[in-house]
């Protein structure tokens, strides 16, 4: 049946989230849920989509937990009471309680992306593993025992009155979610659109449950504005385009569109965050024409606020290719040469090839070269390797 895994898939947070809010007990309504996804697989291509699937599917989840809570005897009067209660209903803030439990302070950032694709996206275990490029085995025990946290720890299925670390998380999740669809960090492919997809539905479904949050509005365009990007950002045989060689023509400009008015509007009326001026970095990207009509003056101020708000060793590196750009290649080598005792840049890739870049325009064809060719050792991806390796090559 056409579309019905895209139906499953998009009913199956908000039917859980009516069941845990319902029952209680997360791993026992995930396992619930997973059996009434099965169910509807097989049934409903020979007898056709019920005209409420989220109800139809509910009702099987409820049933199916109900089961489970007579078969545990020292549960037997509650549940004889529960078994004759009505099937919970879907409430407008239940995926938003549920990607707060998933992304609940207790568990690890690992477990927390595990979970929250598995849970609040709808990917089976075998999805999940195939997007991070894991083994299912892994994925499976990483998903159990972050149920059996959530459970020993007792956490509720709510939405608390201040959010404070879990909504912080959230946003943290979902922005490692799209960073890892975006730009693969190991494997053959460069982009994983399932995991950009679905980073961009469920920030923009947060967006809508919190509309006054700049910094959720401020990660929304800043999803919007990158992604608009993809369709260019890769040659016909799979080989990266960096940003100055794409052709812009390419890039979606709805989505720009979007972006665009998101984070002027943000930016307005809530307090400046780190995610804002991110958006408004790739705004400033994309509404150039050309590369050359890039305004790097005000990408470097921007860089300057965000490592005065936000420093860490990627923003470092960015906002010395932004002073390059606007002081020239000499400029950018010397800030370079003052980080390369941090820990985190002195063996990263990128900044092996920032120092690359930045050598051949200075014209230093023989020292871009040998960065080129170290860059390509240290990254995992196929794709940026075979990128680093035509540069070097190209410089013999």
């Known amino acids: 049946m056409t579309g019905l895994p895209d139906l499953l898939r998009e ?12 029952y209680g007990d997360f791993e026992a309504c995930e396992d619930a849920v997973q059996e009434a996804l099965i169910a509807a697989a097989r049934q409903w291509p020979e007898t056709g989509v019920p005209e409420q699937p989220r109800n139809w599917l509910i009702t099987v989840a409820s049933r199916r937990r109900v089961e489970l809570l007579r078969n545990e005897t020292a549960r037997r009067r509650r549940e004889e009471a529960v078994g004759h209660e009505p ?46 490029l894991l083994p299912e085995a892994t994925v499976g025990q990483r998903i159990s025992r972050a149920k059996q946290r959530i459970r020993d720890t007792g956490t509720r299925f709510d939405i608390p009155d201040e959010f404070g670390e879990r909504l912080t998380a959230v946003r943290h999740v979902l922005y490692l979610i799209f960073n890892e669809g ?3 960090s190991s494997g053959d492919a460069l982009h994983r659109v399932e995991l950009t997809r679905e980073a961009i539905r469920l920030t923009r479904q947060l967006h809508r449950r919190l509309p006054d949050d700049g910094e959720v509005a401020g990660l929304l365009a800043l999803m919007l504005l990158t992604d608009a ?40 009326r809530a307090p400046i965050g780190p995610f804002q001026l991110q958006a408004a970095i790739a705004a400033v990207h994309d509404e150039a024409a050309r590369a050359e ?3 790097w003056p005000q990408i470097l101020g921007l860089y300057g606020m965000l490592h005065a708000l936000a420093p860490s060793p990627m923003v470092t590196l960015n906002r010395i290719v932004a002073r390059a750009m606007v002081g020239g290649p000499e400029a950018g080598l010397a800030a370079l040469d003052k980080i390369d005792e941090d820990p985190v840049l002195a063996r990263h890739h990128r900044t092996a090839a920032v120092r690359a870049h930045l050598l051949e325009l200075a014209g230093d064809r023989a020292g871009a070269q040998e960065q080129y060719r170290l860059a390509a050792r240290l990254t995992l991806s196929r794709p940026e390797q075979r990128y680093l390796e035509s540069r070097a090559a190209r410089l013999r």
Do not use: F
């Open 11 to 22: 009913c199956a947070p908000q039917v859980l989230a009516a069941v845990v809010r319902r």
């Open 87 to 132: 099937a919970p209903q879907v409430r407008g803030d239940d995926e938003l309680a549920l990607l707060l439990l998933c992304c609940h302070p207790e568990l690890s950032v690992p477990a927390q992306v595990t979970l929250t694709l598995r849970a609040v996206g709808g990917l089976t275990t075998a999805e999940v593993a195939r997007a991070l």
């Open 182 to 184: 975006y730009t693969a």
């Open 229 to 268: 990007r993809r369709p260019s950002r890769t040659g016909p045989d799979g080989t990266l385009v960096p940003l100055a060689e794409q052709d812009r023509r390419r890039w979606d400009a709805a989505a720009i569109a979007e972006g665009v008015a998101i984070i002027t509007h943000t930016l307005a």
């Open 293 to 295: 009509d890039t305004d």
